[in-house]
């Protein structure tokens, strides 16, 4: 979606926003991230906060709600929503602004730090909502028919764990939570190795990185097993729908991943 500034938002969009933050004295877009109509910081009176936003009858729209109620559940380090607004066909979220720059994955300093955040992620328990997804659900499409239950479980897990959808600073901060998912802990930090080999690394070298998670080097072989086909097919179904070149390597990755744990599992 073509990313808009903050002034060209109706007024009636500029207007509920200001209701909440008092007077907006500037605004600034962000960088990183394709999916929002609108992602700003704003300077108001009342200090400043990040906004995104997309228009209210777009079919992404619906993750704007997946956002909202994934957001009392959301370890510390994650942003805090400060409010959210619909308003002259716009919905719109404000968030605490992060001060800090878009994780490296080809830096071992910045891995440890994602890690250690992916890990407190871990620890939480995903509510039982119908804004949130379920992982065997959302992916049964890609599963055998009595492999898919494998995917359940009851961690929250973010699924879309790309370098710019993590903030660093002294330590790491996840946000952009669009695709909140109920499931098992393993499939985040396979989700992570798949972005790990984007970023340069062998399977080899991002499965010993997501190693570091207990969730999994504790799980059940054939559901990651289960999970890297469902991710394969997913990849290769995004990638035909619309074949960017970071799209098809993404496949490919998901393919070299695993074939590299159908040989280690
Ligand atoms: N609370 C925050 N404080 C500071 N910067 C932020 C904050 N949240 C997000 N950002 C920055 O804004 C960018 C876009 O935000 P976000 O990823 O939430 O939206 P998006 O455009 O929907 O993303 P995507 O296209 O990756 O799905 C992020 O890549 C990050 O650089
Ligand atoms: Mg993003």
Redesign the pocket.
């Known amino acids: 979606m073509l990313r808009l500034d903050f002034e060209d938002l109706p007024q009636a969009a500029r207007g509920a926003v200001e209701s909440q933050t008092g007077r907006i004295k500037a605004a600034r877009m962000?960088?990183?991230?394709?999916?929002?109509g609108i992602?700003a910081?704003l300077d108001t009176e009342r200090g400043r906060v990040?906004v995104?936003g997309i228009p209210a009858d777009h079919p992404q729209a619906v993750s704007q709600s997946r956002e909202v109620a994934v957001a009392p559940y959301l370890p510390a380090a994650s942003?805090r929503l400060l409010w959210h607004v619909d308003a002259g066909g716009w919905s719109l979220l404000g968030?605490?602004?992060?001060v800090g720059r878009?994780a490296d994955y080809g830096e071992s300093d910045d891995l440890v730090l994602v890690l250690d955040a992916l890990q407190e992620v871990q620890q939480a328990t995903a509510p039982d909502l119908v804004e949130i997804k379920r992982a065997e659900q959302r992916w049964a499409a890609y599963a055998e028919p009595e492999d898919a239950g494998l995917f359940a479980g009851t961690t929250l897990l973010h699924t879309?764990l790309?370098p710019?959808?993590i903030?660093v600073d002294e330590r790491a901060h996840i946000?952009?939570w669009?695709w909140p998912t109920r499931g098992a802990a393993f499939i985040d930090p396979h989700v992570l190795a798949v972005r790990l080999m984007q970023a340069g690394h062998s399977a080899e070298r991002a499965v010993s990185w997501v190693r570091r998670i207990p969730s999994w080097r504790e799980a059940d072989p054939a559901a990651v097993a289960a999970f890297s086909t469902a991710t394969v097919r997913s990849w290769r179904e995004i990638a035909v729908q619309d074949p960017q070149p970071w799209k098809v390597e993404m496949a490919g990755h998901a393919g070299d991943l695993r074939t590299f744990l159908m040989r280690t599992l």
């Open positions: 962000a960088g990183g991230g394709i999916n929002s992602a910081f990040f995104k942003p968030y605490s602004v992060l878009h879309d790309a710019h959808n903030l946000v952009d669009a």
